[in-house]
């Protein structure tokens, strides 16, 4: 181990949260580097978190470009309050760690703590929850699917 004054520089631990098992590998690969530099700087980890932020959107088929513009187009999809929130507050907290702003993280471990377990909920919610239930619903017998689908199909037309 190496010290130096009170601090533990090698090797490097981090006391963020770990990363949802269902979180996709490029985006892991920033979610990895914001918690290897969380004890060091969270201020750091804001802005790789808020890119790895942007990098969700784009395995959600988003452009991935203008995250706000992302947060948009997943709330027409439907996307839920509470995750547009997590968004929102990735996305102002971590812009403003790479723009000077009103929100200030610099010294504050528990806000940035907080960004992580915000990334992982956005996995868990758009990613690992969809996933589990497309493949339960996939070992629905052949012919309960084909009822289901014939039921969506006649109440679309009945709404139009």
């Given at each position: 181990?190496?010290?130096?004054?009170d601090r533990l520089v090698m090797p490097q631990t981090s006391s963020a949260p770990m990363a949802?098992?269902?979180?996709?590998?490029?985006?892991?690969t920033d979610y990895e580097e914001a918690r290897g530099v969380?004890?060091?700087?969270?201020?750091?980890?804001?802005?790789?978190?808020r890119l790895a932020t942007q990098k969700?959107?784009?395995?959600?088929?988003?452009?991935?470009?203008?995250?706000?513009?992302?947060?948009?187009?997943?709330v027409k999809r439907g996307l839920p309050v509470r995750v547009q929130r997590a968004l929102d507050v990735l996305r102002v907290v971590g812009?403003?760690?790479?723009?000077?702003g009103v929100l200030d993280v610099r010294d504050d471990l528990d806000v940035a703590t907080?960004?992580?377990d915000l990334v992982n909920l956005i996995v868990e919610v758009l990613i690992a929850q969809p996933k589990q239930v497309d493949d339960l619903f996939g070992k629905?017998?052949?012919s309960a699917r084909k009822a289901i689908a014939e039921r969506n199909a006649k109440a679309?037309?009945?709404k139009n």
């Open positions: 181990m190496l010290w130096s004054e949802h098992e269902a979180m996709p590998e490029g985006v892991l969380f004890n060091f700087s969270p201020r750091s980890s804001a802005a790789l978190l969700l959107c784009i395995e959600l088929r988003l452009p991935g470009k203008n995250l706000n513009d992302d947060i948009t187009e997943l812009n403003n760690q790479v723009h000077p907080a960004l992580f629905l017998p052949e679309a037309a009945e």
